[in-house]
Nanobody, 121 residues
């Protein structure tokens, strides 16, 4: 089975930085778009940023200029560098990817289990 595992969450003070990582593992033939979503307490899950296989990126307005997504295709890994963090960035951050497995012909959307980011005043 294919899975995504996030790491790097934690507690940080406002203005600080964190770097999240997400590694895809399993019988992977190809990974299409990868991205990060987040869900704050009592709110719906929202898009943070995405990156295509060739490196084109897209960001939510709320994180533009502060967050940077990148990926290492050789390592099946996507990163999220978060700078100038604000209390409103507090959420569970989820990794997402479109993955084609060996022996299949359709990309399947896969989610990680999430990692908690807490930003204190």
């Amino acid at each position: 089975q294919v899975q995504l595992v996030e790491s790097g969450g934690g507690l940080v003070q406002a203005g600080g930085s964190l770097r999240l990582s997400c590694v895809a593992s399993g019988r992977i033939l190809s990974i299409n778009n990868m991205g990060w979503y987040r869900q704050a307490p009592g709110k719906q899950r929202e898009l943070v940023t995405t990156i295509t296989k060739d490196g084109s990126t897209n960001y939510a307005d709320s994180v533009k200029g502060r967050f940077t997504i990148s990926r290492d295709n050789a390592k099946n890994t996507v990163y999220l560098q978060m700078n100038s963090l604000k209390p409103e960035d507090t959420a569970v951050y989820y990794c997402n990817a479109g993955i084609l497995q060996f022996g299949t012909y359709v990309y399947v959307e896969v989610w990680g289990q999430g990692t908690l980011v807490t930003v204190s005043l």
